[in-house]
């Protein structure tokens, strides 16, 4: 089935896009006080949405957000969530990720910032039993994390793939045209949500990239020369061959899910 | 999980001990590297993890000259340290028992040489893509399949276990070190090529080529063999200078490998170049005539 066939559908589905815009706009702007202790686990957005802010406090590279991410959804993939405080693996998966990407957190720095963003107004934590207890978790379940995973901690992220690709499209468009629209700023957003819903392990890193390039290009209704988008031949078949259309607006589907997901402030 | 049963003890190594294994729910026979991997206050060392999840990760390509890495397991852990299992396929022998049985017998045909020389570039040239340096390329770590095929093993932890954790018995051997390490100079990928010279020398020679005890006893012996590197390309930042160099006597490859071919002879050459800017890369060495000429059995 293919989502082309319905022109209904179709509207229908850019309608969702536009509103999407809206609530990363809207989300830009209101800087959210989540509690987080009133949130329950939500399929992984909670976590992943402690690991963005948390990790942003930090100043970790986007990267290294995005490996802490995955691995707090695979970890979770592979275990009963409800033995687990989903914040400990998140601040963990931060550790680790900085390890991992060379990017290197400092344990204290993640300790101090995840208490005050788990309790938040309350001053730093001080050297003490909770802190060292908390130390000793993280370095306990950095380990765990390592076990559960085999090992297997390194990821091939869509973020490469996805800036060559904007690069090529650049080509195309000219500079005037592609700086007409932010499209390449709107992608990368796309994709850093869609590190908040584990489905994003479902798909190959090259496919996750293609639907959040086509999510902005849509927003901004962007047309790439030459490149007629019909049935035969998606735009992005020059990138990536094995990329069914269905499959293709499923992706984008879950993109756009996760604004769904944003949980109510409180 | 992979269950495996002990089988018995295996080879003990400089850095790890490894065991003959079986997996129980195939029967396959399996290699077991036991490894330790020490853990601080700040949990498990950084080095640690970035080559561990590349062993992994280079042991999906299933390169055909490199140990196929089955898994990795976790042992025991200590207060200090986690006991890591790696599961390796287990391999028939290493090339330094292969060597030591030739030795005693009528040798090795150079087919058969020209054949596992291209099988350990062809490892090499896949480790240097991904930015591996072997760094101790060596026989011992060289292994061969029942039907003969080359693969290397011994790779990526190297950084992790470096000489602190080495266990105090066992020496490590100098005699395949490139001239820049030797001298304590940054090295890099060129390295691994000096090794592979030594190991084609060897191959025909049936002993190794340079057998120092010393670090500098084992420069000696290099440029004993191949002489004085030209002025310029002795480095110039070290304190070892150019003209303190006695070498005395210097001996003939060629008359010390007779049996050593033309082709053979160039590309060894070439591969035990002094100044590792101008030693042959490994995807130029698999491109050398050694390979292609016609088959000459010696
Ligand atoms: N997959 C395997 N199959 C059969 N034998 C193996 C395998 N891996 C290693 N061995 C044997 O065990 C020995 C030691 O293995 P390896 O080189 O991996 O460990 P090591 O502890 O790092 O040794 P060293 O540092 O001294 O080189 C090898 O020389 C080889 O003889
Ligand atoms: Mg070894």
């Known amino acids: 089935m293919s989502y082309y066939g319905s022109a209904g559908k179709y509207s229908n589905k850019m309608k969702d896009v536009i509103d999407v815009m809206e609530l990363q706009r809207e989300k830009n702007r209101k800087i959210q006080q989540l509690d987080y202790r009133k949130l329950d686990f939500a399929g992984g957005f909670t976590p992943a949405r402690f690991i963005f802010e948390c990790g942003m406090k930090l100043q970790g590279q986007p990267l290294t957000l995005a490996t802490a991410a995955i691995l707090m959804h695979r970890f979770f993939k592979e275990v009963d969530q409800s033995n687990y405080d989903c914040y400990l693996i998140a601040a963990s998966t931060l550790y680790l990720a900085g390890k991992v990407k060379d990017d290197p957190l400092k344990i204290r720095d993640i300790i101090n910032v995840a208490h005050n963003t788990l309790h938040r107004g309350n001053g730093p934590l001080e050297i003490g039993d909770e802190y060292w207890n908390m130390r000793d978790a993280i370095v306990q379940a950095e380990l765990l994390i390592m076990r559960v995973l085999k090992f297997e901690v390194s990821i091939t992220h869509p973020h490469k793939f996805m800036l060559h690709y904007l690069k090529s499209m650049e080509g195309w468009l000219g500079r005037d045209q592609w700086n007409a629209a932010p499209i390449a700023r709107t992608a990368a957003a796309f994709l850093q949500d869609f590190h908040h819903d584990p489905s994003i392990l479902d798909y190959a890193p090259q496919h996750v990239a293609i639907a959040c390039i086509s999510l902005a290009l849509q927003c901004y209704g962007v047309r790439l020369p030459l490149i007629e988008d019909n049935d035969d031949e998606a735009w992005y078949s020059v990138f990536v061959k094995d990329l069914q259309k269905d499959r293709h607006w499923e992706i984008m589907e879950k993109v756009m899910e996760v604004y769904n997901k944003e949980p109510e402030t409180s | ?298």
Request: with cysteine.
């Open chain 2, 1 to 298: 999980m992979m269950r495996l049963e002990l089988e018995y003890r295996y080879i003990s190594g400089a850095y790890g001990t490894v065991f003959k294994g079986k997996n129980k729910k195939n029967d396959a026979v399996v290699a077991l590297k036991r490894v330790r991997i020490p853990i601080t206050d700040d949990g498990v060392p950084l080095s640690t993890i970035r080559e561990v999840s590349l062993l992994k990760q280079i042991g999906t390509y299933r390169h055909p000259n490199i140990v196929q890495i089955l898994d990795v397991c976790h042992g025991k852990r200590l207060e200090k340290e986690l006991i890591m299992y790696i599961v390796f396929e287990h391999m028939e022998q290493d090339l330094s028992s292969y060597l030591d049985k030739c030795s005693r017998g009528a040798g090795i045909k150079s087919t058969e040489i020209r054949k596992i020389i291209h099988g350990i570039l062809s490892g090499v040239e896949f480790l240097h893509l991904h930015r591996i340096v072997h760094r101790d390329l060596k026989p011992q770590n060289i292994l061969l399949t029942e039907s003969g095929v080359v693969k290397l093993a011994d790779f990526g932890l190297a950084k992790t276990y470096d000489f602190d954790m080495k266990l105090t018995s066992v020496v490590v051997t100098l005699w395949y070190r490139a001239p820049e390490i030797l001298l304590g100079m940054p090295y890099a990928t060129p390295v691994d090529i000096w090794s592979v010279g030594c190991i084609l020398g060897e191959l025909y020679l049936l002993k190794p080529l340079f057998c120092g005890s010393s670090d500098s006893d084992q420069l000696m012996k290099i440029l004993r063999i191949l002489g004085r590197p030209k002025f310029e390309d002795w480095p110039q930042d070290i304190s070892l200078k150019y003209d303190s160099l006695d070498v005395g006597e210097v001996g003939d490859l060629r008359n010390l490998i007779p049996n050593l071919c033309e082709n053979g002879y160039d590309l060894m050459m070439k591969m035990l170049t002094f100044k590792y800017s101008k030693r042959i890369t490994a995807g130029d060495a698999l491109k050398h005539v050694y390979f292609s000429e016609e088959p000459l059995d010696t």
